[in-house]
């Protein structure tokens, strides 16, 4: 997503700007699990053609009150369209309905129908047709119209005002690469027709036998033309889910209150059982988990969605062991470093160096909620293989800042400068700041870490061209869906660096082959060789492995229906009530 891009990790990485988009991924515990559960599983595709709403009731949902939902990490926008970030994701599932969704079943993600059919492909699967569900009206009561899901799309490709949105369409849809959206081509473009009012028809470039799951995404929500204001349009889109917007301060809290022309009889996977939802920002997390877990007054209506810290783990007995939710989420946390700048062997010597242990626990990391990585593919994407790591990229150890020195002295590099933003707001970052900090001096480098405030970390790190050559966005991923395609071909691609979503910043033409030669196989034959892919880009040096991330967040004692939607990382919205109704 998300860029984990999407990616909401734990809340050291959050505090840290990773980013990620969702995937979906096998297994989710629900409230009262172990630091087992959660454990990262296999992960496996589900469809659902058939299903239809109202979606099934869960049990013991009661209707009323308001949930309010706190989180450090501030959401960077609410345009669909713009939308990769798993935090803004989750929350638009409340408010957006797409061609098709993921919801939850026995713990595992299944594709259903949403606004559409889950699609059918031509025989040469270059064509794909989408039958709209017809009489599903926006907010204002006026009738989604097919056209509105067209224009959607083509706003997509204005990439220069939307720079956080997915681009999987500008290499898969036909004419991807040429056109630039609606306000610089124009309504014209040949990738997507409308045949008749309820018939969507999307042409591709090549084939792309994943574009069900892609459809998913909030990009994908129809978006009437007469209504698109640009700019403006992220802090009041027009909702097609179950809640809308009531009032809404960027960077600090948003009020939803419920859609009343949102039809449950024609969504099978979304609920309306709260009165109204609270989201507030910029929260400390520590202290807020803390209040949550105390759950005194309205605060036993609360969830916290940064995972939980580890000072707070010994809590998690008795009763208020119910109030941890426990899940997946198919991300990888790491640090890039900027191939362009940082020579190879300089960038061996940063990996010999690091401190992996010593950030780790510093960052309060735990079981609960991460497990350390050593691989680009975390082990819930088919085509995971663990394989010996290249020396320095294990993801753990305590570092050799005397050998990693001797190798910057035998390659002339003595003092070369490393560089990188973080959020100075933040007491744990500060610290594992100071942690990569002194190793780095320690190994003859000389070091810039350049501190921001958490609301600009976002956007500094998604800077391509800053002054700086380590730690820019995306700081993770997860999967999109679950293959290696949405992995290898969009970190490591040369068109990952103006897409803005590299690890990195590779351009190489002999590897965008690899990967496309791949990618182009049938999935049972490409799952293994993303492994070998896998394997060669670690040996590039372009990334430092970090951990696996796994959710594990605290909920208010009223909160009820809150189980891990493991397509984010994060608590599934929709299905979550107040026990008491109030």
Request: net charge neutral; aromatic share 10%.
């Amino acid at each position: 997503m998300r860029r984990l891009n999407v990616a909401v990790a734990a809340c050291a990485a959050i505090a840290l700007g990773v980013a990620g988009c969702g995937s979906p991924s096998s297994n989710n515990n629900g409230s009262g699990g172990d630091n087992n559960a959660g454990k990262i599983n296999q992960q496996q595709s589900a469809l659902d053609p058939t299903a239809k709403g109202p979606a099934p009731d869960v049990d013991g949902a009661k209707k009323g009150g308001t949930i309010t939902i706190y989180s450090q990490s501030t959401p960077n926008t609410f345009d669909p369209t713009d939308i990769y970030y798993v935090d803004s994701n989750e929350i638009g599932k409340l408010l957006f309905r797409t061609p098709t969704q993921f919801v939850p079943r026995n713990g595992k993600p299944v594709l259903v129908p949403d606004l559409t059919d889950l699609g059918t492909p031509s025989a040469d699967k270059l064509t794909w047709t989408f039958k709209l569900q017809p009489g599903i009206k926006y907010e204002d009561g006026s009738e989604i119209k097919i056209e509105d899901m067209a224009y959607a799309i083509k706003r997509s490709f204005a990439h220069d005002v939307f720079i956080n949105g997915p681009t999987y369409q500008q290499q898969f849809f036909k004419d991807g690469d040429k056109y630039k959206g609606p306000y610089k081509s124009g309504l014209n473009y040949s990738g997507v027709e409308t045949p008749d009012a309820n018939t969507l028809v999307i042409h591709l470039a090549k084939p792309f036998n994943d574009l069900p799951f892609y459809m998913s995404f909030p990009m994908f929500t129809p978006i009437p033309q007469a209504k698109d204001n640009k700019q403006n349009y992220k802090n009041k889109p027009i909702a097609t889910g179950p809640y809308m917007f009531d009032t809404f301060t960027p960077g600090s809290e948003l009020k939803l209150k419920k859609n009343p022309n949102w039809d449950p009889n024609t969504d099978p996977g979304r609920h309306q059982y709260a009165d109204a939802w609270d989201f507030k920002w910029g929260v400390d997390d520590v202290k807020n988990q803390q209040q949550v877990l105390n759950s005194n007054g309205p605060d036993a209506n609360a969830l916290n969605y940064g995972n939980v810290d580890a000072s707070l783990i010994p809590q998690l007995q008795g009763d208020k062991k119910k109030q941890l939710i426990q899940g997946e989420s198919p991300c990888n946390i790491v640090v890039q470093m900027d191939s362009r700048k940082i020579p190879l062997e300089v960038r061996k010597a940063i990996a010999t160096a690091y401190p992996y242990d010593q950030i780790y626990k510093a960052a309060g990391l735990n079981d609960f909620i991460a497990e350390k990585s050593s691989t680009v593919l975390p082990p819930s994407v088919p085509g995971y293989k663990k394989y010996d790591s290249p020396p320095g990229l294990s993801g753990a150890g305590t570092g050799d800042p005397a050998a990693a020195k001797k190798m910057l002295q035998d390659a002339g590099k003595l003092g070369f400068e490393v560089s990188w933003f973080y959020d100075s707001s933040k007491p744990v970052v500060q610290q594992t700041n100071q942690i990569r900090s002194d190793a780095l001096t320690a190994a003859g480098f000389k070091v810039k870490a350049i501190g921001v405030s958490t609301a600009e970390l976002r956007t500094k790190t998604r800077d391509y061209d800053a002054p700086v050559n380590m730690d820019q966005g995306p700081r993770g991923w997860c999967s999109d869906w679950p293959s290696g395609g949405s992995w290898l071909p969009v970190l490591f691609q040369s068109h990952s660096i103006p897409d803005g979503q590299t690890w990195g910043f590779l351009s190489d033409k002999s590897v965008d082959a690899q990967i496309d030669a791949v990618a182009n196989l049938p999935a049972d034959q490409a799952t293994a060789k993303w492994s070998e892919l896998d394997q060669a880009m670690m040996e590039k040096y372009l990334i430092l492995p970090r951990y696996y991330d796994k959710m594990a967040v605290v909920a208010g004692t009223n909160i009820g229906g809150a189980v891990g939607d493991s397509t984010m990382g994060l608590p599934y919205f929709p299905y979550m009530f107040l026990t008491n109704g109030s």
